[in-house]
């Protein structure tokens, strides 16, 4: 089955610094992949979303590009800003648009400090 | 565009009582509704899926008739927690689309705790 597997949190970082949180997913066939953010007592916001391998999905200063290869969906932002903690989830559709049945990572939490 | 609406936003009842969500697309049509589970620090677990109009279908391991589900119209999608337990605490999260290959639109979650 569908799996996706986040780095673990949280993760600290000062205002500025350049951010990484890794995602890598098992799946069978060509999924679609998505980043969502939820911020505290939120549901969730679809933050980014690549569907087909080498696309980069990019929104709001973050970006991640889709490696069939190493199946791989790393989320990035080269400056942070206090504004961006929140929870970050990773996570993969048997459908391009995500309409259908998704599949999360546990989530990484996001501390950013002045 | 694509808002979706989750009411309550936290309910706080006692032992036995039976708890209704309800998921409302407010400016599109939802032909299909998700609903999921969140523990703390945990990821989003979905419990079922329902189309507007038939009966929902439930991931393995959870109870339907625990958790019921109606999606009578495009816009509104319910669940209901029968005989809540202190074990069902939890976030509830409904997302809905309008079809497979658009994004699921998430509404911001009930918070239920039962006493």
């Known amino acids: 089955g569908n799996s996706v597997t986040q780095m673990e949190g949280p993760v600290t970082l000062s205002e500025e610094a350049f951010l990484t949180i890794n995602c890598t997913y098992t799946a069978t066939g060509y999924p679609s992949l998505f980043w969502y953010v939820q911020y505290p007592g939120e549901g969730l916001q679809l933050l980014l979303k690549a569907t087909k391998a080498d696309d980069k999905g990019s929104n709001k200063g973050f970006e991640a590009t889709y490696r069939k290869e190493t199946t791989s969906f790393h989320l990035e932002k080269g400056s942070v800003q206090v504004s961006d903690s929140a929870v970050y989830f990773c996570a993969l559709s048997d459908r391009a648009g995500g309409g259908n049945k998704l599949t999360f990572g546990t989530g990484t939490q996001l501390k950013v400090e002045l | 565009g694509a808002v979706v609406s989750q009411h309550p936003s936290r309910v706080i009842c006692k032992s036995g009582t039976s708890v209704k969500i309800e998921c409302r697309s407010l400016d599109f049509q939802a032909t299909t509704m998700f609903w999921y589970r969140q523990f703390p620090k945990q990821s989003l677990m979905l419990m079922a899926t329902?189309?507007?109009?038939?009966?929902?279908?439930?991931e393995q391991g959870v109870e339907k008739d625990k958790f019921l589900i109606n999606h009578a119209s495009l816009t509104l999608s319910t669940l209901t927690v029968t005989s809540a337990h202190p074990e069902d605490s939890s976030f509830y999260i409904c997302s809905a689309s309008v079809i497979g290959n658009q994004p699921q639109h998430f509404g911001d979650g009930t918070r239920l705790s039962i006493l």
């Open positions: 329902s189309n507007e109009g038939s009966k929902a279908t439930y």
